[in-house]
Structures are given as structure tokens and as C-alpha cells.
């Protein structure tokens, strides 16, 4: 049963209206929408949305992840993958998210949240954390996470991120680990992440960076880099001609640290930092000798950087 402290994060994405819990439902006072309880602590929010909007939209990037994570989930495979990200990325993405100054430490949101590998991690430091993502297979895994370590205080929403069912001003932190490059209008997310966030709050993008990097190596994963020219030849060779066939995380910019500073401050953000998004980096697709060459690059030079941190405060 969902707790009436969780429930007053929530209200319904299609009117605003209150939500009140009925049997494994939750049903808007305002336009009677109902939406699904489909596990401990977790809804299906996105039947209700705007599907139509959704699913030409966002159609690519949704197959591509939902596959992955049907795999994890029927072979096990999750646990593997929690365990890689904890050995690989815990302690350098957790410590980049505290260095940003938080007025409080009461509500963390991850978007895009795959399997909330950080989310269930940072629990501990929060009072409550949200997971919000747009396939169902992540978010069994991520029940099942949770569950894992006998972890309560979460909310899991199965949601479009441009239309996220949760109350304004009401999150202290925000992360997303690699999400909104996979929107063809990127402000649109940005505009929901700024409406949900409190006064001062934070919110911590990696994006690719368009640079060498991702006019290179990144093309094995149909990367469009996000600059005139550029990106409609890039969307013409793996859209047209590819057919999506390498477009492995679904449809996905680079951008210049110039355009996101450009749309963070004209959503309202009052302060926006870029730098590197200092982690671990897997080489793949590359020979074995080639891949120290490529590591040493990425760490030093900003023309190979592979992802950037945006952090920006409201």
C-alpha cells in the first residue's frame, strides 16, 4: 500500500488533479483518469499520458532500452549489471552529485532510471526517492532492487519524462545518467525537470559531448551530433539509410556545452556549471591496443571527452 506521504508527491499528469488510492488504483478526484499500482510503491502512469505523442516520438529509444532490459530481467542478468555499476561508476558518480550544494537532502529524483541502481543506493541518504522511467521491464528490476535490500522509502513511475505525474517544487536533486540526449526536443524534459524542482534545487545531467569522440567512435551507436548540417546528415545515414540498425541506446545526441547552457537558461535555470563527467570509461568495439590509447585521450583531452555534466540550480 502506498503511504499518504508518497501519495502527496503525485497528481495526475493529465489535469493536475488529486489522486486518492482505490483498490490497486489511482483514481483523479478532477478527471476520474485511473492509473494502475503495479507493484510495492510503483504506477503506470504512462497508458493515461499522451501515448499517440509518445510513441512517435520517442518509438526508437523506447525499443532499443526495453529490449535490453527484458534480457537482464528473464536471464538474471541484473544482478551482474548492478554489481559492474557498483565496481565501475557508484563511487565517483555519488560523489560528484554531493558536491553540489543542496539546501536539503529530503526528495531525490532519478529520471530515466533503468533499474535505479543509484537510486537504491542513495536511500540512505534521502528521505525519499523517486524512479521514474518509461519501460516496465526497468522497473520490475528496479522493484526487485529495491526489494533486495529491504528499502521502503521509493516511489517507481512508469511515465513519460515530458509529462511526469509529480507535484511542482517539490525535488531537491535531480539526476540523470545519460537521458536527455534521447529527446528530439531536449527542452521539453528540461522544462519538466525545472517545474518539479524545488527553490535552489539541483538538477545533474551527462550527456555526450560533441567533440572527435562522438563524431567517431560514437557512430557505432548512431550518435546525431546536435549542430546545423551535422545532424541532418547524421539522421539521414542511420535513420534512412541504417534504419536505426546502430542506433543501440535508440535515438541519441552529442551537444556542445554552448546549446545546453543556451537552454537551461532560457527554461530559468539561475546557474548552470559543464565539465567532465568524471568516470570509469568502457572501450568497446576497438583492439585491445587501441583501447589505453583511448582512455588516456578521454581523461586528459576535451576533443575526446565521452560524456559532460550539466549541473544546473534552479
Given at each position: 500500500m502506498i503511504s499518504d506521504e508518497l501519495l502527496s508527491y503525485l497528481w495526475c499528469p493529465l489535469c493536475k488533479g488529486v489522486l486518492k488510492i482505490k483498490d490497486k488504483l489511482l483514481i483523479c478526484n478532477r478527471c476520474r483518469s485511473s492509473f494502475?499500482?503495479?507493484?510495492?510503491?510503483?504506477?503506470?502512469?504512462?497508458?493515461?499520458?499522451?501515448?499517440?505523442?509518445?510513441?512517435?516520438?520517442?518509438?526508437?529509444?523506447?525499443?532499443?532500452?526495453d529490449s535490453i532490459y527484458k534480457k537482464w530481467l528473464v536471464s538474471n542478468g541484473w544482478r551482474e549489471k548492478w554489481e559492474e555499476y557498483k565496481c565501475l561508476y557508484l563511487d565517483d558518480t555519488v560523489s560528484q552529485l554531493f558536491a553540489c550544494k543542496l539546501r536539503d537532502k529530503k526528495v531525490f529524483l532519478e529520471i530515466g532510471c533503468g533499474p535505479c541502481f543509484l537510486g537504491c543506493e542513495l536511500a540512505k541518504h534521502f528521505e525519499i526517492v523517486?524512479?521514474?522511467?518509461?519501460?516496465?521491464?526497468?522497473?520490475?528490476?528496479?522493484?526487485?532492487?529495491?526489494?533486495?535490500?529491504?528499502?521502503?522509502?521509493?516511489?517507481?513511475?512508469?511515465?513519460?519524462?515530458?509529462q511526469m505525474p509529480i507535484v511542482s517544487d517539490r525535488i531537491d536533486l535531480i539526476y540523470g545518467?545519460?537521458?536527455?540526449?534521447?529527446?528530439?526536443?531536449?527542452?521539453?524534459?528540461?522544462?519538466?525537470?525545472?517545474?518539479?524542482?524545488?527553490?535552489?534545487?539541483?538538477?545533474?545531467?551527462?550527456?555526450?559531448?560533441?567533440n572527435l569522440a562522438s563524431l567517431t567512435y560514437r557512430q557505432y551507436w548512431g550518435n546525431i551530433p546536435n549542430f546545423p548540417l551535422m545532424k541532418q546528415i547524421a539522421e539521414f545515414i542511420h535513420l534512412k539509410l541504417l534504419r536505426a540498425r546502430h542506433m543501440r541506446f535508440g535515438y541519441e545526441y552529442s551537444?556542445?556545452?554552448?546549446?545546453?547552457?543556451?537552454?537551461?537558461r532560457k527554461v530559468g535555470f539561475s546557474e548552470v556549471k559543464i565539465d567532465r563527467f568524471n568516470v570509469a570509461l568502457k572501450v568497446e568495439l576497438l583492439p585491445r591496443f587501441c583501447r589505453y590509447l583511448?582512455?588516456?585521450?578521454?581523461?586528459?583531452?576535451?576533443?575526446?571527452?565521452?560524456?559532460?555534466?550539466?549541473?544546473?540550480k534552479k
Open positions: 494502475r499500482v503495479i507493484g510495492d510503491n510503483t504506477i503506470d502512469f504512462l497508458k493515461s499520458a499522451n501515448s499517440k505523442r509518445w510513441q512517435n516520438d520517442k518509438e526508437i529509444s523506447f525499443k532499443s532500452w523517486i524512479g521514474v522511467d518509461f519501460s516496465r521491464e526497468a522497473l520490475k528490476i528496479a522493484q526487485r532492487v529495491f526489494e533486495n535490500r529491504k528499502i521502503s522509502n521509493f516511489l517507481l513511475l512508469c511515465s513519460d519524462l515530458t545518467g545519460g537521458v536527455i540526449e534521447h529527446f528530439r526536443n531536449p527542452q521539453t524534459v528540461i522544462e519538466e525537470l525545472y517545474r518539479v524542482l524545488r527553490a535552489d534545487g539541483v538538477a545533474f545531467n551527462t550527456v555526450p559531448y560533441l551537444f556542445t556545452k554552448t546549446y545546453l547552457r543556451r537552454l537551461h583511448v582512455s588516456y585521450l578521454s581523461n586528459r583531452l576535451p576533443l575526446f571527452w565521452p560524456m559532460i555534466k550539466v549541473v544546473a
